[in-house]
């Protein structure tokens, strides 16, 4: 996608590595973000950070941009994996101690496979408009979802699941 902007295969493999790097040290900042502001915040956090990466995404396919290519590196690299530290917190929430396991077991294989899946559909969809924006712009709206489910769930529940 860079190389098809103009930008630089070496620019290109500069900027991933870059973002393979912020997604390690994305993980650990998140865990200490969730200590800190708490696993909500953290949560919203990240699936902004997503959101605005996916948003640079697109308007990379209509100004190529270094900026608007460090913003995606940035915004979508360093929240990368820090799902599962905020949803091990946030099962706390709806699952007593003797259930957590499971349900957090749950989560993440839901979640895995929608990892797995992403890349397949992404690429069908691509397939289908020819377009990476209409992919990154359908990401950007599951992002969004994605921040409503987490607004829903704040509201429908409340501090630990044995407080109820």
């Known amino acids: 996608y860079f190389d098809a902007l103009g930008f630089p295969a070496r620019e290109a493999a500069i900027l991933l590595a870059i973002g393979g790097v912020l997604s390690m040290s994305g993980r650990a900042l998140v865990g200490l973000a969730a200590d800190r502001f708490g696993a909500l915040t953290a949560g919203f956090a990240t699936l902004v950070m997503s959101l605005a990466g ?4 697109a308007g990379l396919g209509l100004w190529p941009s ?13 929240p990368m994996g820090t799902r599962a530290t905020v949803v091990s917190l946030l099962t706390q929430r709806i699952a007593p101690p003797a259930r957590f396991g499971a349900v957090f077991g749950w989560l993440v294989g839901i979640n895995s496979l929608g990892a797995g899946l992403g890349p397949f559909l992404s690429g069908a969809l691509y397939d289908l408009t020819r377009s990476y924006l209409v992919v990154y712009l359908t990401a950007a709206g599951l992002i969004a979802l994605s921040l409503a489910a987490l607004g829903i769930f704040l509201m429908t529940t409340s501090g630990r699941a044995g407080s109820r």
């Open 54 to 57: 996916a948003l640079s995404l």
């Open 66 to 78: 270094r900026v608007l290519a460090g913003a995606y590196i940035l915004l979508v690299f360093a």
